[in-house]
């Protein structure tokens, strides 16, 4: 069977988001955190031009979820189980098929043993039922936020992540290559190296450099002298300038700052991305950690980036505190 995944600026069909729903993990910041989500729901909705289907996963996020977004056009707020919000990497990934859309479903063993959580992984299968989209279960340890598409069967990944024997023991780049081939219609894997420093994925692609357009991809250079990843982004920048995709075109390669050094709660740099946006219908919403010179430029950059959609920043510091941000929170349902 001919797979291929739609590329993230394609038409969705809606935005799956997950909602704060246990405050055991969030403690303090899980008002915020419920705030700032609540604020991407309503840009998806709104500018974002998304049917938002809005996950929650207790009957106390679900109430929360109702008490601020519950008459808000657009969003539908859907009751479910999960461990916590990251559903670009505990969901399906949406593919298209000779026989229509199938939800690839996968293994997720909390990146690497690190958080294993109750309910993650009937995420998939939660997600498919409620889309009417039928699941196909692969065998295979992955998570959403380790791949980036480009539509046309060209897949971003980083070594880091992809090869780590903590999720696939004794995976080459070859058998890599092939089981994604397999799962996702993949004619071609751009290999990345590291991702951000102090990031508990292990190097996730989408906090590093995403697809932009057929052929051209984005990534961050590093600002201020505080900033840990400058290698990280510089050999990132190198890689994708000697790399082709799956149809032999040298990538184009557009750099934009990163946020620098945003202090996480145990003192040590966070790993904040302005690569984790997402691209809805008709926006791109952006994290922004820190207000200035470095998120205005950013912002200015995927306008250009993107022309014909709005460009949005929001904040994003709450929802850092576990882990990530918009694009680890989201996964999108092609039209």
């Excluded at 184009?252 to 709660?265: A, F, Q």
């Excluded at 709005?310 to 510091?317: C, D, E, F, R, T």
Aim: aromatic share 6%; proline share 7%; glycine share 12%.
């Amino acid at each position: 069977m001919t797979l291929t995944v739609p590329a993230e600026w394609a038409p969705h069909k809606a935005m799956w988001l997950g909602f704060p729903s246990h405050a055991e993990l969030w403690q303090e910041d899980i008002a915020v955190a419920q705030g700032e989500v609540a604020a991407l729901a309503r840009a998806l909705a709104g500018p974002g031009a998304e049917q938002v289907r809005l996950m929650t996963g207790s009957p106390e996020g679900e109430a929360a979820a109702r008490a601020q977004l519950g008459d808000v056009p657009g969003i539908e707020i859907v009751p479910g189980r999960f461990g916590d919000i990251w559903l670009r990497d505990t969901g399906p990934i949406f593919a298209k098929g000779p026989n229509g859309a199938v939800a690839q479903g996968f293994r997720f063993n909390g990146w690497g043993g690190k958080y294993i959580m109750d309910h993650d992984e009937e995420v998939a299968g939660q997600i498919a039922v409620a889309a009417g989209t039928p699941l196909v279960a692969n065998d295979l340890i992955m998570e959403g936020g380790a791949l980036d598409h480009d539509g046309a069967g060209t897949i971003l990944t980083t070594g880091q992540c992809l090869l780590n024997p903590n999720r696939n023991p004794g995976w080459t780049a070859a058998l890599a290559e092939a089981a994604l081939a397999k799962a996702l219609g993949a004619r071609k894997l751009v290999w990345l190296g590291e991702g951000l420093a102090n990031d508990h994925t292990d190097g996730h692609v989408d906090n590093l450099a995403r697809f932009v357009a057929p052929g051209h991809v984005v990534c961050p250079v590093a600002w201020g002298r505080g900033d840990l990843n400058v290698e990280a982004y510089d050999d990132c920048a190198r890689r994708l300038g000697e790399a082709v995709d799956a149809d032999g075109r040298p990538l184009k390669v557009t750099r934009i700052p990163s946020p620098g050094w945003i202090e996480g709660s145990d003192g040590r740099a966070a790993p904040a991305s302005h690569m984790n946006f997402i691209i809805a219908n008709q926006a791109v919403i952006m994290p922004v950690y820190e207000p200035g010179q470095a998120a205005d430029l950013a912002l200015q950059g995927l306008q250009a980036l993107f022309p014909d959609r709005a460009v949005i920043g929001l904040p994003s510091n709450a929802i850092l505190t576990g882990g990530g941000s918009f694009h680890c929170i989201t996964q999108q349902e092609p039209a």
